[in-house]
């Protein structure tokens, strides 16, 4: 079977023989028509096969189609085909007409077009010219094999290659295309209504003012035990209504005298919140108070209640822990209930070894207690269950569907297209009457800033570097429905509860670090509230082009992000920090089997003979008759949570009789200091200056030569910071950390001369053109100030009592006492 598929085009006429059906042409063939008196004729006639190319007699032509079994003629130039059906008539030739893929028959091939044909440019082009033309257009804008991948089995799914390369741009984005999936809500038709509930009367008079019946996750939660005094490992997303499974236990525990109702969580931002949120709910039966581990250089705020005899205390673990750790276990009175929040943190490298330890403690101090464990994210939820000792709730679905949408974007089109997502969603009114708000994460606390004051919706950065009062501020205006966006950092709104509708990534990263799939989860699920929003939308704006050194691009990550599972760390913890807690756990328990039944609640393991082993080579504990006892510097170890390390540091500069103030410097540094002028220092050296002072940007800034191209009232407060804290003759100057040292050692001056931490601010920004924010000056000073009373502590046992009183002098200071 020969077919001559000819497709008339501009001056030419295109001539492809098919036999027997295939794609591929016997050759290629371009014929050039001339008029003559009797019509249209063959002029030239030229065949291309692989690279060899020659022309053929007219005759060889009228000859080929004479031997066709059909002749087909494709759409195209309307003049050319008049011309060549002049000359089939003049031979008497039949003909008729195909339905071809344009790009196709351009590339030599021939295919025809029918139910299987995708909609391009007003005409149907075949799938695999749809893909090739999709994939051009994708790699030209960086996208990546997976995000190929995706646009394919779009284009796939529509059959419209305009409508997906329009995901391209972003002036004509598609929602029902950038929509990657819907993480439906779920219909577990169990519940309780709150009248049926065997709890005390005030407790459900309370409820009955907020709800008429539990979700499902409390329902089955109080199905298992959860009134009984059952220990329970609550396993769901956010929003939920977890917290409240922790309350019902806590306060039914408060009322029935089973004793009192620690609530611990990981941030004190989150503290705060649900301190307020405890206080305005039970306040007519119930006292609650905070502990974050107060300011030693701001006093408490006022009308924050501290004391431990209270009913309900709310604090942060190492809040908690401080109490056990100083030895003061006694004064937390009976404990009914314990609510650990964000449980998942045990798998943390920094900080779950001391929620491991401080679960075992309070065990120990507290047997009866009921345990309530809560997390929206754990990787293996049943062995997680099983090492704790706790029944496991496990609910996986949510009660309002996530609709999770990817759209690629380069870095520089981001802060447009949050505008305009957050724009819409702020329009739209829930069923409920709320407004849709939107969180935005960023990378970095100055992106926060930078995003949220160039953004045209009004915005409000909010992170862990503002003060108490900033961060109070955000939350009642977002809170109330008056502020459409929050643009936040990664690390702290995981845990904070914002009611928002929309969580728009514009960044990936945390720092310089990918997201983890347990951080993005988390995040996520911030979007939708049950008793606010109808649905939650999640948007991750991903750059094809940003990566971080020679890793995946942030459309490789979207992918890895969206259809990962949870991973599972475990809890394996290194030699120091089993010290740590094993010294401890001496503070709490004296006697060798006490100690041995905490040790053995840690999730961690270690060999215990050999951990008290080493501490009493350090010193922190001494044998006795009836186990061991902490030392007088074990204690001061213990309570002011220092490392093996640190301890060694601060002991052998107390005997070497260095300075207070340069023993607090070498032991920790201000590290979150910050260019005031950045981006006009980055134009006039002609380099992207790094934000961080400390860091890339030290010798760029602060050298001759860098110093010399500033403007001149740049050039006064980079002189003055070189001048008064660079000066040193270190082989490996400016990044032997003298410079760090020296400007900390700075600021705690100006704190021990009176100046408040926005005072400080004002100072080093005035003078040096750096800045701090102030929830970071304030968290340095605090701990400066605790560091300078673990120096004084630990020069007295030393008899170096010059030494130690000098430090309290200054500690004193800085606390303004």
């Not at 911030?526 to 649905?535: E, N, S």
């Not at 991750?540 to 969206?562: C, N, V, Y």
Request: charged residues 30%; neutral net charge; hydrophobic residues 40%.
């Amino acid at each position: 079977m020969l077919y001559i598929i000819i497709h008339p085009q501009d001056s030419k006429i295109a001539v492809l023989p098919i036999k027997d059906n295939s794609r591929e042409p016997a050759f290629y063939g371009t014929l050039i028509l001339k008029k003559t008196p009797k019509g249209a004729r063959v002029g030239k006639f030229r065949v291309k096969r692989g690279e060899k190319e020659e022309f053929r007699a007219p005759d060889e032509f009228i000859e080929l189609l004479r031997l066709a079994d059909r002749i087909l003629i494709a759409e195209g130039n309307e003049e050319s085909e008049a011309g060549f059906k002049e000359l089939l008539s003049a031979y008497q030739l039949d003909y008729g007409y195909t339905s071809t893929c344009r790009l196709c028959l351009l590339g030599g091939r021939y295919t025809t077009v029918g139910n299987n044909s995708i909609s391009f440019h007003n005409e149907q082009v075949c799938e695999e010219c749809a893909k090739k033309e999709l994939v051009r257009e994708a790699r030209s804008c960086r996208i990546g094999r997976h995000g190929q991948e995706r646009l394919i089995k779009i284009l796939l799914g529509i059959r419209n290659l305009d409508r997906v390369l329009a995901m391209l741009n972003h002036e004509k984005l598609d929602s029902g295309l950038t929509r990657f999936d819907t993480i439906e809500a779920n219909k577990v038709d169990r519940s309780i209504k709150v009248k049926d509930l065997h709890i005390h009367d005030e407790l459900k008079k309370i409820l009955l003012h907020q709800l008429d019946e539990l979700m499902p996750v409390q329902a089955l939660s109080v199905d298992a035990g959860l009134l009984d005094g059952k220990n329970q490992l609550i396993v769901s997303a956010t929003a939920t209504g977890k917290t409240l499974v922790g309350e019902l236990a806590g306060i039914q525990n408060i009322l029935n005298k089973r004793g009192k109702m620690l609530f611990l969580v990981p941030l004190v931002a989150l503290a705060n919140q649900k301190y307020e949120q405890f206080t305005k709910r039970y306040s007519s039966i119930a006292t609650t108070s905070l502990r974050v581990g107060t300011s030693r250089i701001i006093k408490g705020t006022k009308g924050i209640r501290t004391s431990l005899s209270s009913d309900i205390i709310v604090g942060t673990y190492e809040g908690i822990d401080f109490v056990l750790r100083s030895g003061n276990a006694g004064t937390l009175g009976k404990i009914g209930t314990v609510v650990i929040d964000e449980v998942h943190m045990l798998e943390d490298k920094e900080r779950g070894h001391r929620l491991s330890g401080l679960i075992a403690r309070l065990k120990f101090i507290a047997p009866d207690a009921q345990f309530i464990y809560l997390s929206a994210t754990v990787g293996k939820p049943q062995w997680l269950a099983e090492k704790l000792g706790a029944a496991l709730i496990e609910f996986e679905e949510r009660p309002v569907p996530i609709e999770r949408h990817l759209i690629f974007s380069p870095e520089y089109e981001k802060k447009r297209l949050i505008e305009r997502l957050a724009a819409q969603e702020y329009n739209k009114t829930s069923s409920k009457g709320f407004h849709g708000q939107t969180i935005v994460f960023t990378n970095s606390r100055r992106n926060c800033h930078m995003l949220a004051d160039s953004l045209t919706i009004k915005a409000m950065p909010y992170h862990a570097g503002l003060s108490y009062s900033e961060r109070k501020r955000v939350e009642e205006r977002f809170g109330g429905g008056k502020l459409p966006v929050v643009v936040t950092t990664a690390a702290l709104a995981a845990g904070v509860d914002f009611p928002a509708s929309q969580v728009v990534f514009e960044s990936l990263a945390m720092g310089i670090e990918w997201l983890t799939i347990r951080e993005f989860q988390q995040m996520l699920g911030r979007a939708g509230r049950p008793d606010y929003h109808d649905r939650g939308v999640v948007v991750l704006l991903a750059d094809p082009e940003k990566r971080f050194g020679k890793g995946d691009t942030e459309d490789e990550i979207a992918f890895r992000l969206l259809r990962g599972g949870l991973e599972h760390f475990g809890v394996e913890y290194g030699e120091d920090e089993m010290l740590e807690e094993t010294l401890s756990n001496t503070v709490v328990a004296r006697r060798l089997s006490d100690i041995k039944k905490i040790d053995e609640l840690l999730l961690g393991e270690g060999d215990l003979g050999y951990l008290l082993d080493k501490l009493r080579e350090y010193g922190f504990i001494e044998k006795t008759n009836a186990g061991f006892y902490p030392t007088k510097l074990g204690r001061i170890v213990a309570s002011h949570f220092l490392n093996v390390e640190q301890t060694s540091l601060i002991k052998s500069a107390v005997l070497k009789g260095r300075n207070a103030l340069d023993i607090i410097t070498e032991l920790e540094t201000l590290d979150a200091v910050y260019f005031r002028y950045a981006s006009r220092l980055s134009d006039a050296l002609g380099t992207d200056i790094p934000t961080r002072v400390f860091g890339a940007g030290l010798d760029i800034v602060y050298s001759a030569d860098g110093i010399s191209k500033l403007k001149e009232n740049l050039r006064r407060t980079a002189l003055d910071f070189a001048k008064e804290f660079m000066a040193c003759k270190c082989k490996d100057s400016p990044y032997c950390g003298c410079a760090q040292k020296k400007f900390s050692a700075r600021v705690i001056e100006l704190c021990a001369e009176g100046l408040s931490p926005d005072g400080i601010i004002a100072e080093i920004t005035g003078q040096y053109g750096v800045y701090a924010y102030a929830g970071d000056m304030l968290n340095y000073l605090d701990q400066a100030a605790r560091n300078l009373e673990a120096v004084e502590l630990i020069a007295a046992i030393y008899g170096k009592n010059e030494l130690s009183m000098r430090a309290r002098e200054l500690r004193e200071k800085m606390e303004g006492c």
